[in-house]
């Protein structure tokens, strides 16, 4: 057996002291540690506090413990330094606050006790959309009075019956209506802009008095915000179609960061039970992405309405957008959300398409078969097929902004062809 002759050099109750050894060159350090120890008569821990030695250069360079001597290059006669990592005693083990977030339990409950409250809402949407296209007749105001005072009375048999989302959502119906009711001239921009703010201000409201945090109303706050940011001056309606789609896609990236700083989740604020938090993060996440979606695929649909050359390219980039991002989300709701609005910008992408251009019904068909068997083999789970379609998002989220300005106008007021 190979043995090597070293200088190990350590501290003794304040003093350094050297003590030459002759060791195995050949027997890992973490075996040769303990009887290191012993020999140098090293002091042992106090306080609580346990010590991991190890063995250094005298340049500090750290010896592998997983190595004998001579694998780590160390030579007869030369000085090493024993000393240790003074670490706290072990408190209480918690898992990790991305692992209490990730594993809360779903916000929402499954069953069909919906189906009554669900029923209630269908009826009160129906009366406000129904109120509301009396916009800009003789009897404008007195709807817009009469969608008002039946806001009240629903907000006040929310409040009596405990603020169910369906009734909450029914007052942000009428109070969207009454908003748009209330501007004395016709169907325009003005009453899109008052009916968004006023369901933004409703849903707030009821978030803030019901005390939970509803995806609905989150998502509704979240569709009727933008669309308030872009209706907020008389411009066609392509330009508005464009800003929408583009404001929505640039709230569903900022979307997580958003709901984990509104629901208490940031790191200075990890400390302590997290249960709340994260149940609220996962709702309001979950409404901000179906909002954001909503108001996506809303804006393509109006820039295919508005007969833009440009609408199947955008309203395709959009859909491609949404679909993409569903990989990253776990949540179902979200991904449903996700995809729903993809489909529906799809659909308009290729309706607009088909209209324009009636001789790419056949191309227009075997495309679409191709990609309905390329998305049932469901290749998705391989790395670089993952790897690449990632790179597609990020390719096609560069390309809506320039495909926005174009559908906006933007080139031809800077006078560029």
């Known amino acids: 057996m190979s043995v090597s002759k070293v200088c190990v050099q350590a501290d003794r109750d304040g003093n350094?002291?050297?003590?030459?050894?002759?060791?195995?060159?050949?027997?890992?350090?973490?075996?040769?540690?303990?009887?290191?120890?012993?020999?140098?008569?090293?002091?042992a821990?106090?306080?609580?506090?346990?010590?991991?030695?190890?063995?250094?250069?005298?340049?500090?360079a750290r010896l592998d413990e997983s190595l004998s001597l001579s694998a780590n290059g160390v030579r007869d006669g030369e000085l090493v330094?024993?000393?240790?990592?003074?670490?706290?005693?072990?408190?209480?083990?918690?898992?990790?606050?991305?692992?209490?977030?990730?594993?809360?339990?779903?916000?929402t409950r499954r069953g069909d006790a919906w189906i009554p409250g669900a029923m209630g809402l269908f009826a009160t949407t129906l009366a406000a959309l129904v109120l509301a296209r009396t916009a800009g007749s003789d009897g404008a105001i007195v709807n817009a009075v009469v969608c008002a005072a039946a806001a009240a009375a629903v907000?006040?048999?929310?409040?009596?019956?405990?603020?169910?989302?369906?009734?909450?959502?029914g007052v942000v119906a009428l109070a969207g209506a009454t908003?748009?009711?209330?501007?004395?001239?016709?169907?325009?921009?003005?009453?899109?802009?008052?009916?968004?703010?006023?369901?933004?201000?409703?849903?707030?409201?009821?978030?803030?008095?019901?005390?939970?945090?509803?995806?609905?109303?989150?998502?509704?706050?979240?569709?009727?915000?933008?669309?308030?940011?872009?209706?907020?001056?008389?411009?066609?309606?392509?330009?508005?179609?464009?800003?929408?789609?583009?404001?929505?896609?640039?709230?569903?990236?900022?979307?997580?960061?958003?709901?984990?700083?509104?629901?208490?989740?940031?790191?200075?604020r990890w400390h302590g039970d997290l249960?709340?938090?994260?149940?609220?993060?996962?709702?309001?996440?979950?409404?901000?992405?179906?909002?954001?979606?909503?108001?996506?695929?809303?804006?393509?649909?109006?820039?295919?309405?508005?007969?833009?050359?440009?609408?199947?390219?955008?309203?395709?980039?959009?859909?491609?957008?949404?679909?993409?991002?569903?990989?990253?989300?776990?949540?179902?709701?979200?991904?449903?959300s996700l995809t729903a609005g993809g489909l529906v910008a799809f659909v308009a992408g290729v309706c607009t398409l088909l209209y324009t251009r009636p001789g790419s019904v056949v191309t227009v068909a075997a495309a679409l078969v191709v990609l309905g068997l390329t998305a049932t083999s469901r290749p998705i789970g391989r790395p670089a097929v993952a790897r690449m379609l990632g790179y597609l998002e990020y390719a096609a989220l560069v390309a809506v902004v320039p495909v926005a300005c174009?559908?906006?106008?933007?080139?031809t007021a800077l006078g560029l062809p």
């Open 275 to 336: 249960a709340g938090s994260a149940a609220s993060g996962h709702a309001i996440l979950s409404g901000l992405v179906a909002g954001a979606a909503a108001g996506a695929a809303a804006g393509a649909v109006a820039v295919a309405v508005a007969g833009h050359p440009g609408a199947a390219p955008f309203a395709g980039l959009v859909a491609l957008v949404l679909v993409l991002r569903c990989r990253i989300h776990a949540d179902v709701d979200r991904r449903i």
């Open 155 to 169: 907000a006040v048999l929310t409040v009596t019956i405990g603020y169910p989302t369906t009734s909450s959502v």
């Open 179 to 268: 908003g748009f009711l209330v501007v004395p001239s016709g169907p325009a921009a003005p009453n899109v802009f008052l009916a968004a703010a006023a369901a933004l201000s409703a849903s707030l409201l009821m978030l803030r008095l019901s005390g939970r945090t509803s995806p609905a109303l989150v998502a509704v706050a979240a569709l009727s915000l933008v669309t308030a940011v872009v209706t907020v001056a008389a411009l066609p309606l392509a330009v508005v179609g464009a800003a929408l789609s583009t404001s929505a896609l640039a709230l569903l990236g900022i979307a997580p960061r958003v709901a984990m700083l509104t629901a208490g989740l940031g790191p200075d």
């Open 406 to 411: 174009w559908v906006g106008g933007a080139y």
């Open 45 to 60: 821990p106090t306080g609580g506090v346990a010590r991991r030695w190890r063995l250094q250069r005298a340049s500090g």
């Open 16 to 43: 350094p002291v050297a003590v030459d050894l002759v060791l195995p060159s050949g027997t890992r350090l973490a075996e040769l540690l303990p009887t290191i120890v012993g020999l140098v008569e090293a002091p």
């Open 81 to 107: 330094i024993l000393d240790f990592d003074a670490t706290p005693a072990l408190g209480p083990v918690r898992h990790a606050a991305y692992q209490h977030v990730a594993g809360a339990p779903p916000v």
